[in-house]
């Protein structure tokens, strides 16, 4: 089935650096999102992409939709201790019958030390 | 307004006892998703819902899983004879129609001794 390789696994930060994570695929998907999850809580939405080559923001991130649409990166600017948490990616083929599934890569752990 | 809501938070089962895991959804959202998470991994598809119809469970991993949802709101997971591989963290989702959109609910910790 679909894999999705999410690297790097961990990251460990200084408050106010940058970071970058990015997800790769051996199939092509039509949207990547990306999620932020919480101990104890669900993954919640914090950028979702429709295109390949796009590039969208919120906020402090950024999130990019690889043009061979089977890549997207995340970029945090200028992290906050909030920001502490696992962000997964995911792909998902088409809305149809299937509408709405996603293949999630494993994560990356973000530490971000005062 | 209410996000989606799961219960119980926390299941402790003893191999070989059925489970029943509850989601409420967002009212109004029509498509309705169970993933299963285990420790260290990411979400992996279970089964799909849009209004009452099932329509994908090609991600139920025996046919001791089974989902339901009959009046296209409240949906449950039911797991029979649980084993311990069942054990992880059991998530419902749901979203509005033909969006890509899904809001998480908290989900369940099943934990099978």
């Known amino acids: 089935g679909q894999q999705l390789n999410q690297s790097p696994q961990s990251m460990f930060i200084q408050e106010g650096e940058d970071v970058s994570m990015n997800c790769t695929s051996s199939?092509?998907?039509?949207?990547w999102l990306w999620y932020k999850q919480d101990p104890g809580e669900g993954p919640v939405l914090l950028i979702a992409?429709?295109?390949?080559?796009e590039l969208t923001s919120n906020g402090r991130l950024t999130a990019q939709f690889g043009i061979t649409r089977k890549d997207s990166f995340l970029n945090i600017s200028a992290s906050i201790p909030s920001d502490v948490g696992i962000y997964f990616c995911?792909?998902?083929?088409?809305?149809?019958?299937?509408?709405?599934?996603?293949?999630f890569g494993d994560g990356t752990t973000l530490t971000v030390k005062p | 307004g209410a996000g989606v809501s799961q219960s119980p938070r926390y299941k402790v089962a003893k191999r070989g006892q059925d489970v029943a895991l509850r989601c409420d959804p967002i009212?109004?959202?029509?498509?309705l998703f169970w993933y299963q998470q285990a420790l260290g991994q990411g979400p992996e598809f279970l089964t799909y819902?849009?209004?009452?119809?099932?329509?994908?469970k090609s991600g139920l991993p025996s046919d001791r899983f089974f989902a339901e949802r009959p009046e296209g709101s409240v949906s449950t997971l039911k797991i029979q004879r649980t084993q311990q591989e069942d054990s992880a963290v059991y998530l419902c989702?749901?979203?509005?129609?033909?969006?890509?959109?899904?809001?998480f609910g908290p989900g369940t910790r099943l934990t099978v001794t």
């Open positions: 989702a749901s979203g509005p129609r033909g969006a890509y959109e899904q809001y």
């Open positions: 199939s092509i998907f039509n949207t």
């Open positions: 992409l429709y295109k390949a080559g």
């Open positions: 995911a792909g998902q083929l088409s809305l149809n019958t299937n509408a709405g599934k996603s293949t």
């Open positions: 009212s109004g959202h029509v498509s």
């Open positions: 819902f849009q209004n009452e119809a099932q329509l994908d």
